[in-house]
């Protein structure tokens, strides 16, 4: 199986790769998830693209691929001890892309405390309608500074080995 064919196992083995592996940027890396893919038989291949469950990407772990956890998280992780972070909306207020990599940089931690690989966040929406349902999760109308936010709370909880998941939802 190529796997351009498939790119949500791609981008599922990539994580993986990326979480788990030493040196993953390296140019060897789409080799290894070559290597990888080519391993895996069809059900665990259909397995981690169906996911393990609630919030979590069933891994293969004989060849070392672990489950991924996921958390829903533009304002961080959630449940038990964790902090509540503002509203996108809000950080996008701040018009302060070295601050949201600071908040997004304590939510990459607290995630990695938590056994979860992966932020569901962020939200990257233009803000169109103040209407919509869910307008406060995104950031600003503002294309340029919309791209900086998000960029700035990508390479924040990406700093502590955590994944994201950028979303713009319709």
């Not at 958390?71 to 018009?95: E, I, K, M, N, Q």
């Not at 938590?114 to 169109?128: A, E, T």
């Not at 791209?147 to 998941?165: D, E, F, H, P």
Request: aromatic share 6%.
């Amino acid at each position: 199986m190529k796997p351009r064919q498939k790119p949500s196992l791609l981008a599922a083995l990539s994580l993986a790769f990326c979480l788990n592996l030493a040196h993953a940027d390296s140019p060897n890396a789409e080799v290894r998830i070559n290597e990888l893919i080519a391993k895996m038989t069809l059900p665990e291949k259909v397995a981690m693209c169906v996911g393990g469950g609630p919030s979590e990407f069933q891994g293969v772990p004989r060849l070392g691929i672990p489950n991924m956890k996921c958390s829903d998280g533009p304002r961080g992780p959630h449940g038990g001890d964790t902090t509540v972070f503002p509203c996108g909306v809000a950080f996008g207020a701040t018009w302060d892309p070295p601050l949201i990599e600071q908040a997004a940089t304590a939510m990459g931690q607290e995630c990695r405390a938590k056994g979860i690989s992966m932020l569901l966040g962020p939200g990257i929406k233009i803000q169109r309608d103040p209407l919509g349902g869910r307008f406060f999760e995104y950031y600003t109308e503002d294309p340029l500074l919309n791209a900086r936010l998000a960029v700035a709370y990508i390479k924040g909880v990406q700093s502590q080995r955590v994944a994201v998941s950028p979303s713009e939802k319709k």
